[in-house]
């Protein structure tokens, strides 16, 4: 079994208490110890949602440095309001797999910690969506899933041909992912798998069995394929084992094998089930699906529908505009973002400008932590962001992607915070997801003045919070 990741945190310590609930009522604060929920200690936040959907619960807690027992009496499936600083208690799950193309053995140095941590912990594929293997499951590991029943999962399957899922994973003992995807369904336990496509590896027919195998199980309800990504340090490797970025040919090719999964799927489940990521359609210039063809987007966060709702997103912002709902004054904008998305994010703005008389300059910036193949906005470091706009003379309004920092806002990938940003620009900074947000910015004035209260929400969306440190307050 590979070591657990020790946590400096206390076990159970808390890291939050919503306002007005009734863990606040009760006068827990951040910092206190959760050891006990009902007389049963908790591993983990898993065992604490477990234990606390009675009507009456017993929380056994460190409290100002004393014992204490705190009770609750509630709804059931009222939460308490609590959240805590590690996602696993005894130490995460580390994977046991030695993938060619693992993105994070390519890491360059200097970056936080966290992102060094190669999880494969089941837990936080339940808890916040990260994709597991199930490689490394003992039997109380299965016992669990099934008494807690832990649905839905996320789970990397990249081949299910055993030989070839091996090869892929340098794993000569991995086990036969159909048949744990099986005894999953037994449990009633639904799955979102993953393939990360690797270029004359696991494409073509072995994509098709991959494709066909997963659609036979009822439990997995949905399957994205994403594209291989590699860092400037992983490159060599990669290329090693044969591999490189798709071709826009090849790109084309993966839509067009896919689109025929999902007129299949369609045609028995009523839903698309497969989905290329959207660097295949913006790589192969093909058109973006529409919303009805995302199944409600279970997979956003893997890069599967986000260029879909940038567009639509847009659509209803421009009703807004034409209605008189939103007034929005001509001005002139900047925004900097990944090589991919600013030719399609580009064309938006035309219609923008066309509409409100806002004259933007898209720039696209390039990776040099990870390389040019790394070309999303969600990797790109601070430093990156500084020197694509140190040369430029910005106007009033800039704006940076709030996916480049992490999930509470406070950092990029290389450490940099958006302080230190604006510092190093001499010009405030605004960080949105969306070109609505980005106009009513700029409708209401909303350029922030250098106050804590500045600071970019947190993620809506859960994933990527077990790769980052609690903000500082």
């Avoid at 990527?464 to 307050?473: C, I, N, V």
Wanted: net charge negative; glycine share 8%; proline share 6%.
């Amino acid at each position: 079994m590979p070591r657990p990741r020790r946590s400096a945190v206390p076990a159970g310590a808390i890291s939050t208490v919503a306002s007005g609930s009734l863990a606040e009522e009760a006068g827990l604060r951040p910092g206190d110890q959760v050891l006990a929920v009902n007389g049963q200690s908790i591993r983990d936040p898993v065992d604490y949602r477990f234990q606390t959907t009675e009507d009456f619960v017993e929380l056994e807690v460190v409290h100002d440095d004393e014992l204490a027992i705190v009770e609750f009496e509630k709804p059931i499936d009222e939460p308490l309001g609590i959240e805590f600083d590690d996602d696993a208690f005894d130490g995460t799950r580390i994977c046991n797999n030695k993938c060619f193309f693992c993105f994070l053995k390519g890491l360059p140095k200097g970056l936080r910690r966290p992102l060094y941590i190669k999880d494969d912990d089941y837990r936080l594929s339940f808890l916040h969506g990260n994709f597991v293997t199930l490689t490394n499951l003992s039997d109380d590991d299965w016992n669990r899933l099934e008494e807690q029943r832990l649905s839905p999962l996320h789970v990397s399957v990249h081949a299910t041909d055993l030989d070839l899922r091996r090869q892929l994973l340098g794993n000569r003992n991995a086990p036969d992912i159909i048949e744990q995807l099986q005894r999953l369904a037994e449990m009633r336990i639904d799955v979102h798998t993953q393939v990360v496509l690797c270029p004359g590896v696991n494409d073509g027919d072995a994509l098709d069995q991959t494709v066909e195998d997963l659609l036979g199980q009822a439990n997995v309800t949905s399957i994205g394929v994403v594209p291989v990504g590699s860092s400037l340090e992983g490159e060599e490797r990669i290329q090693d084992a044969g591999m490189r970025a798709h071709s826009r040919s090849e790109a084309q090719r993966v839509v067009r094998q896919l689109r025929r999964w999902q007129r299949h799927a369609r045609s028995r489940r009523g839903r698309s089930v497969v989905f290329p990521s959207d660097e295949f359609y913006l790589t192969a210039g093909a058109q973006i699906p529409s919303e009805g063809r995302y199944d409600g987007f279970p997979q956003w966060e893997n890069g599967v529908g986000m260029t879909r709702t940038l567009i639509d997103d847009w659509r209803k912002t421009r009703r807004r505009i034409r209605e008189g709902r939103l007034h929005v004054s001509p001005t002139a904008a900047v925004i900097a973002c990944g090589t991919l998305i600013a030719p399609a994010l580009r064309e938006l703005c035309d219609e923008v400008t066309s509409l409100t008389g806002v004259e933007f300059t898209i720039i696209p910036v390039q990776n040099s932590l990870f390389g040019e193949r790394v070309n999303v906005s969600g990797l790109i470091p601070g430093a990156d962001f500084v020197a694509a706009l140190s040369r430029l003379e910005l106007p009033e309004h800039v704006f940076l992607p709030r996916a480049s920092l992490d999930y509470f806002g406070a950092k990029f990938l290389d450490d940099l915070t958006p302080a230190e940003l604006e510092s190093r620009l001499k010009r405030q900074i605004s960080f949105v997801y969306t070109l609505s947000e980005l106009l009513e910015s700029i409708a209401d004035g909303d350029v922030r003045d250098g106050s804590a209260s500045r600071q970019p929400r947190p993620n809506p969306r859960s994933n990527g919070r077990s790769w980052t440190t609690p903000a500082a307050g």
